[in-house]
């Protein structure tokens, strides 16, 4: 059972003082004076033998809120559950020992008891922030670690013991040396410390060598180690200079801890040298360094504070001079009323800490402190795996790459206390896809695929026998994707890497359409018995627009279909003129005229139906030709209409592939297909003298059959505008 994160015994601050309004029996003077020197471990012990003495329920009482606060402050969260449920059963007074237990239940994982404690705890103590964020705790707990980030996290077997083994230190500037904290077996002091229940701990360094396999931990030396407590430590930026926390140890006694620094003398380190900040009643510990050597970071309990224990600060002109001053406390963004430990300070200024005060995944968590946009303190949760629902802290990194080390009491680890490597491993994104013809949804094959990025760089593989193909793509990057294949228009895709903070597999699925066959048009409008584009054509038209930039080699031809009604010469002449519109339109958006035919065809081909349309209309089947004895054979007037709409269709297909665009643009100009020329001072578009003015663009409408070709549809809602599709 992991008991114990050792930041209580490094960092011995004041401890809850409960006043005792019952006569003390010997047995309970005995437990008060080991909890009132911090001497949790062997409280315990001592409350026990005091309930077993005791007659008065009030006292009773009382001694059952101590043993639990005594389980707290050891860390032993299983057992401060089951006590603080005994202090809610007997109706202890202080409403804390509900707050205490939400907050054993929530390290314990139970989040859903916990959030119903913390909602008790509210309804005591209503606004009280720590209720708040545990609520707000036992809600995010779950969803992170549901959703983990994307840092890989290793227990660090080798450094680990038995016991404690925490706040790790790179103590050069390659990274092969490290120092650190455990309470082994082996420590200078020989005692079990009546705190912990463990050994006093002392400072331990281990070395990396070129295979990356790290030596057996050995105490760092006699000048820092001694007969007390030494913890968590940090270095300056040349490796040459260590400052500790040492706590000194009496047994019945309180004493404050101190940070200590010392000097690099040779292979080994000067005496230590106590840094003038803190002093018998107040605590200090937890050093960290910035990264310019100015500023000296500490976790401490100290008048003015916001709560609890807060990070502050030390700050000195120059390295020349020795901290010293009045502590500034690092401000109400960062300190909590609960408590803020081991500060660490990055290379590029982010503030780490470890505070079970901010919302959080149980005991201690591990926050991130930077400046926002504002200039204002943001604080992050680095949330699961970094974090557990158990005491997380102790934080370093390994320069500015996103590795390092941590310590965790987490279920699973080799010891108490563990430390554990973590690394956040390259964005990992893949394109995925297949590519199928579209008509059919058969796989194609032989495919070349082209992947062109933001960045410049190109790939291009061929696809697979399973008409799949793969791709590697980096962050923060745009791309294009095209597909190209003998007798298929070319394939495109888009996708774009950038703004995403995870690994992601793309897929796609790319559409070839085969150019063997006219390819129809969709939505493709006009007014009735006119050939000007209405606005609702140009969407497809700007596609088409695509589709020949994406095709640059293709020559089309523009084929425009009437349905049966009306005279075979004014369907003619009506779709040719449709047909003409549409090329007048891709010329108009920079198509060569010399890739355009425009053709009109009236009546003369009727569509078949496709399975898209028998999906439509019940009354098809897919490949019926929709001929005028088809549709005059249909059953009612409304049916007939359909079948006429899909008659009315403006289509394209490829003439040929192996277009090269000249140096000088010609006009292309058939017998039946006149070709607008083209400024060249203004690329405006010149009608031929042979095409109808404006005022023209309209067939005689008095004509009952040419009335006859408005659009119906049935199943859809009618607009107000008459018009005839396709």
């Keep these: 059972m992991k008991v114990t994160k050792l930041f209580i015994s490094i960092l011995i601050l004041s401890a809850i003082t409960v006043n005792l309004a019952y006569s003390q029996s010997s047995a309970t003077k005995e437990a008060d004076d080991a909890y009132n020197s911090g001497e949790y471990y062997g409280a315990i012990d001592l409350y026990k033998v005091a309930y077993n003495k005791a007659k008065n329920d009030a006292v009773k009482a009382e001694i059952i809120f101590k043993t639990a606060l005594c389980y707290r402050h050891t860390n032993d969260a299983l057992q401060a559950e089951v006590w603080f449920k005994k202090t809610v059963k007997v109706k202890y007074p202080d409403p804390t020992c509900t707050l205490f237990l939400a907050d054993a239940l929530k390290q314990n994982e139970k989040y859903d008891e916990a959030l119903i404690e913390y909602r008790n705890y509210l309804r005591l103590v209503p606004g009280d922030v720590r209720g708040k964020n545990g609520v707000e705790s036992c809600e995010q707990a779950a969803k992170w670690k549901n959703n983990p980030s994307r840092y890989k996290v290793e227990n660090m077997a ?170 500034i406390n690092a401000g109400k963004e960062i300190n909590t009323p609960g408590d803020e430990v081991f500060p660490y300070v990055r290379e590029n200024g982010e503030i780490y800490f470890a505070s079970n005060g901010h919302v959080g995944m149980g005991g201690l968590d591990i926050f991130k402190a930077n400046k926002g946009k504002m200039g204002n303190t943001v604080v992050t949760n680095m949330q699961f795996p970094i974090n557990s629902a158990e005491d997380d802290f102790g934080i370093t990194f390994e320069g500015d790459a996103e590795k390092g080390f941590f310590t965790s009491n987490r279920r699973g680890g080799k010891g108490l206390d563990d430390i554990y490597s973590f690394i956040l491993p390259p964005l990992e994104y893949n394109l995925i896809g297949v590519v199928k013809d579209e008509k059919n949804g058969q796989i194609l094959t032989s495919v070349s695929v082209k992947l062109i990025s933001s960045d410049g760089v190109t790939q291009e593989v061929n696809n697979e026998i399973d008409g799949s193909f793969k791709f590697s793509l980096k962050p923060g990057n745009d791309y294009v994707l095209t597909t190209v294949k003998n007798n298929y228009l070319n394939g495109k895709g888009k996708e774009t890497t950038k703004g995403l903070e995870n690994n992601k597999d793309f897929k796609m699925e790319i559409l070839m359409t085969p150019i063997e066959k006219p390819i129809e048009l969709e939505n493709i409008l006009y007014d009735l018995a006119k050939w000007d584009l209405r606005p609702e054509s140009m969407i497809s038209l700007d596609m088409l627009v695509d589709i020949l930039n994406d095709n640059p080699n293709i020559v089309i031809e523009i084929r425009s279909h009437t349905d049966f009604r009306n005279d075979d010469a004014s369907n003619l002449e009506l779709s040719q003129k449709r047909a003409q519109s549409v090329v007048n339109y891709l010329i108009e958006k920079g198509i060569d005229a010399q890739r355009l035919v425009a053709k009109g065809y009236g009546e003369s081909v009727p569509n078949t139906a496709t399975s898209k349309d028998a999906s439509r209309y019940k009354f098809l089947k897919a490949n019926d030709v929709l001929t005028e004895e088809f549709i005059k054979g249909l059953a009612t007037v409304e049916e007939q209409e359909a079948a006429h709409q899909i008659n009315r269709r403006t289509e394209f297909k490829v003439l040929s592939t192996d277009y090269k665009a000249s140096v000088q643009p010609k006009t292309n100009e058939t017998p039946n297909n006149p070709q607008p020329e083209i400024k060249k001072e203004d690329n405006q578009v010149v009608p031929l003298e042979n095409e109808p003015k404006p005022e023209e663009n309209k067939l005689d409408e008095s004509k009952p059959e040419e009335n006859k070709t408005e659009e119906i549809k049935p199943e859809e809602p009618k607009t107000e505008e008459k018009t005839d599709q396709q």
């Design 158 to 327: 080798f450094f680990n013991s038995k016991e404690s083994d925490f706040s790790t230190v790179f103590g050069k500037k390659d990274y092969t040396l490290v120092y650190f904290t455990s309470t082994r077996t082996g420590s200078a002091g020989n005692e079990t410390n009546m705190v912990t229940g463990q050994s006093f701990a002392d400072l331990y360094q281990t070395t990396k060598d070129r295979k990356g396999k790290w030596a057996v931990p050995t105490p760092i030396g006699e000048s820092i180690n001694s007969a007390d407590e030494e913890g968590a430590s940090t270095i300056d930026s040349k490796y040459s200079i260590l400052y500790f926390t040492r706590c000194k140890v009496e047994k019945k006694v309180r004493h404050g801890c101190l940070i200590y620094f010392t000097e690099k003398k040779g292979i080994d380190w000067d005496v230590a040298t106590q840094v003038p900040v803190g002093s018998d009643t107040v605590t200090v510990g937890h050093p960290a360094l910035s990264p310019d050597d100015l500023i000296l970071y500490f976790a401490a309990e100290m008048p003015d504070g916001v709560g609890g224990k807060d990070i502050w600060m030390l700050k000195r002109e120059n390295k020349k001079v020795e901290f010293s001053g009045t502590p």
